[in-house]
């Protein structure tokens, strides 16, 4: 029998809320029936943080050094920081950033030797990445990299509502000059399998928006829906996706359009993400499409603000371990169906372990 998919969790910013909504999310002893989570990051400030929350009640906990060690039933803390590490609740510091770049590098590493199955990122402040040499603009971007993948998506998920975006973190004034006809193709291509084989929606039904207000209005205040997107989505139709628009976001969203498609392709951050967060923002998860591994993330930032106040919402962290186990099922299905024989449980390579039991 297959072991429970194991749930590899990098800490995020050690500043903000992200040991809360870890430690709330797996503080129910439903989702250690689930999966078996491990926490990168220390069991230092994991207990810091635990001590900030009311009523949370006994956590089984597992301290370990090396992913071997993992124990089902218990919410494991993988210690891959410095043991003089500090906590300053609020506050974006250097070595805060550092800590949460060691935590997803040691996480990226084990997904990569096949000894998660998935990997979910708490927040981390971007600013303060960079400024210790980070060199990318969010999860999304260091991920492509790591896996040698330049055409992901980031897409946004919450039930049935789907919204991905075609240029990701870039300044506003960049986007018109960064959509091409071919970039519109390739989210529209990656959408489409993804969906068909991460969330088992065949033939799905995409939505492409506009750019300009009203979509230009026929050229009178901008032209790029003619020469661009509307050439995008007429070419996806011949290759037999199901590839409509373009719409004018704001009465696509007013009038409640979203709810006909299957997915929605937005221009740029702002004009997918705003609507996305306005209509899902307790339940939203961050998907990044194209990967070879299931990666999610809460859709929310650090919220500094309500760090170690015991009033950070974890309903987005949980949805975003529940869809990324989600994706990984979906996955060995539609890989079996294709292969037509069963699909192993592991991401890659076998790696035995002294704990393995058969639940």
């Known amino acids: 029998m297959n072991r429970k998919i194991i749930v590899g969790i990098s800490q995020g910013d050690g500043n903000g809320i992200g040991y809360e909504v870890i430690i709330k999310a797996l503080a129910d002893e439903r989702m250690l029936e689930l999966c078996t989570p491990v926490v990168y990051g220390s069991s230092k ?9 009311n009523d949370i009640g006994q956590i ?12 089902p039933k218990y919410v494991n ?17 250097p070595e805060a950033a550092k800590c949460a770049l060691k935590s997803l590098e040691c996480a990226v590493d084990d997904i990569k030797k096949g000894k998660i199955d998935v990997l979910v990122t708490a927040p981390f402040n971007k600013r303060a990445m960079n400024a210790e040499g980070f060199g990318f603009t969010g999860h999304t971007e260091f991920l492509e990299k790591q896996f ?10 919450a039930d049935n509502l789907r919204i991905a975006v075609a240029t990701q973190h870039i300044p506003l004034r960049d986007v018109p000059k960064s959509i091409s006809t071919e970039l519109l193709l390739d989210k529209l291509r990656l959408m489409k399998a993804s969906l068909e084989r991460d969330f088992g929606i065949y033939d799905p039904k995409l939505a492409v928006l506009g750019l ?16 661009i997107i509307l050439p995008a989505v007429e070419q996806a139709q011949k290759e037999g996706i199901m590839a409509f628009g373009p719409y004018s976001p704001d009465g696509f969203f007013g009038l409640g359009n979203y709810n006909k498609f299957d997915a929605v392709l937005a221009m740029y951050h702002d004009q997918g993400l705003a609507p996305f967060k306005a209509l899902a923002f307790e339940l939203g998860v961050n998907y990044t499409a194209g990967l070879p591994i299931v990666r999610t993330s809460p859709d ?12 950070a919402d974890p309903r987005s962290m949980i949805s975003a371990i529940y869809t990324a186990i989600d994706v990984f ?14 699909a192993p449980c592991r991401n890659s390579a076998d790696f035995s372990r002294k704990d393995d039991v058969a639940e």
């Not at 089984?60 to 124990?71: C, G, H, L, R």
């Not at 300009?212 to 020469?227: F, T, V």
């Not at 929310?300 to 106040?309: I, K, P, Q």
């Open 45 to 53: 400030l994991f207990a810091f943080y635990k001590k900030t929350i």
């Open 60 to 71: 089984s906990t597992n301290v370990i050094t090396n992913i071997e060690d993992a124990k």
């Open 77 to 93: 803390v993988l210690n891959c920081l410095p043991d003089n590490v500090y906590v300053e609740p609020g506050q974006p510091t």
């Open 148 to 157: 040698g993948v330049d055409k992901a998506v980031m897409l946004m998920v």
């Open 212 to 227: 300009n207000p009203h979509c230009g209005d026929g050229g009178l205040i901008g032209d790029e829906e003619q020469k």
């Open 300 to 311: 929310h930032g650090t919220a500094y603000e309500l760090a170690g106040r015991d009033e």
């Open 329 to 342: 099922r979906k996955r060995q299905e539609y890989d079996r169906i294709l292969a037509g024989k069963p």
